[in-house]
Structures are given as structure tokens and as C-alpha cells.
């Protein structure tokens, strides 16, 4: 009887890890991205080292994104990820060459992205925690 307690607790605990890393990398990105959007909405001057740096930094994650997204078959996903990428891109170019209107304009498209994916495929769950949907 305690075997079995004991086999099942271990079975379920084994099921809630698998699903907490089936995208932890996942997490990861979105933390980096998140920290990193932090940085570039405070940045007085949307140019120099740090916001190069900073817009880099997501463009990497959103480029992880494209195949996440793909693998799930979330085309609408998968679009805003290549969006994204395209925009953090234009953002760090722009950042670097010191082109403050163009930064600021791929800026606004890039937080549009978030805005966009975050509604259709980050659902709340009861518990007050999120998943991908
Ligand atoms: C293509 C989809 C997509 C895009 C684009 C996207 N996110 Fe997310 N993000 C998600 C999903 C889905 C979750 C919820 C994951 C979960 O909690 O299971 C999430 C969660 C987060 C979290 C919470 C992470 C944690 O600690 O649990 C932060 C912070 C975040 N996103 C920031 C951003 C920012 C900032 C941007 C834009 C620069 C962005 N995201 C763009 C899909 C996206």
C-alpha cells in the first residue's frame, strides 16, 4: 500500500517535471526578453552600446521562437516571432548607427509583438500562473 503511494507520487511528480521542462528554455527566453525590455524602455536614447546589446539579446530569443512556435504548429505565433526578430534586428542596426526615429519606430513594432502573442497564446491559469495555449 505504501509502495504504491509511494510509485504514484513519484509518477505524478515525474509528469509535473517533464511538463516544467518541455519549455523551460522556453521561460528562459521569455525572462531574457523580458529584463532586456526593461532596459530598452528606460534607456533614455534609444542608441548607444546598451540598447544595441539589449535588442540582440531578443533578437536571439525570437529567432529560438520561430521553430518553438513551428513544432507547435501556431502559425500566427511563428509570424509574430519573425516579426519580432525582424524589428529587434532593425532596433540594434539603428541603435548602433545612431539613428534615434528609426530605433524608436522598430521599438514600437517590436513591444507590439509582445502584446500580440501574449493574448492569443499566453493563457492564465486559476492558480495565477500562465501556459502556452
Ligand atoms: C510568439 C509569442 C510570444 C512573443 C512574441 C512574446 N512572448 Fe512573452 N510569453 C509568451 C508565452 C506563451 C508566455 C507564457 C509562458 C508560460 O508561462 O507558460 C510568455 C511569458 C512571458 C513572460 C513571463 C516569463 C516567466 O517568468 O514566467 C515575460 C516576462 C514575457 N513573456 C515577456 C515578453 C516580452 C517583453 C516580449 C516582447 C519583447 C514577449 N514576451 C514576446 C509568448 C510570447
Known amino acids: 500500500m505504501k509502495l504504491t ?4 507520487s513519484l ?4 509528469g509535473a517535471i517533464a511538463v516544467a521542462e518541455e519549455y523551460s528554455e522556453f521561460i528562459e527566453g521569455m525572462k531574457t526578453t523580458g529584463a532586456a ?3 530598452l524602455s528606460k534607456a533614455e536614447k534609444k542608441s548607444g552600446p546598451q ?7 531578443i533578437a536571439g530569443v525570437y529567432e529560438g521562437m520561430i521553430p518553438f512556435f513551428r513544432q507547435r504548429d501556431a ?3 511563428v509570424a509574430l516571432a519573425e516579426q519580432g526578430k525582424a524589428a529587434a534586428t532593425a532596433l ?3 541603435s548602433f548607427a545612431g539613428d534615434e526615429a528609426k530605433a524608436n519606430e522598430a521599438l514600437q513594432a517590436l ?3 509582445c502584446k500580440g502573442c501574449h493574448a492569443a497564446h499566453r493563457e492564465k491559469l486559476e492558480n495565477g500562473k500562465y501556459k502556452i495555449k
Open 5 to 8: 503511494i509511494l510509485v504514484v
Open 11 to 14: 509518477l505524478v511528480a515525474a
Open 37 to 39: 525590455m526593461g532596459v
Open 51 to 57: 540598447v544595441t546589446r539589449s535588442a540582440e539579446r
Open 75 to 77: 502559425k500566427d505565433a
Open 92 to 94: 540594434a542596426s539603428a
Open 111 to 113: 513591444g507590439g509583438t
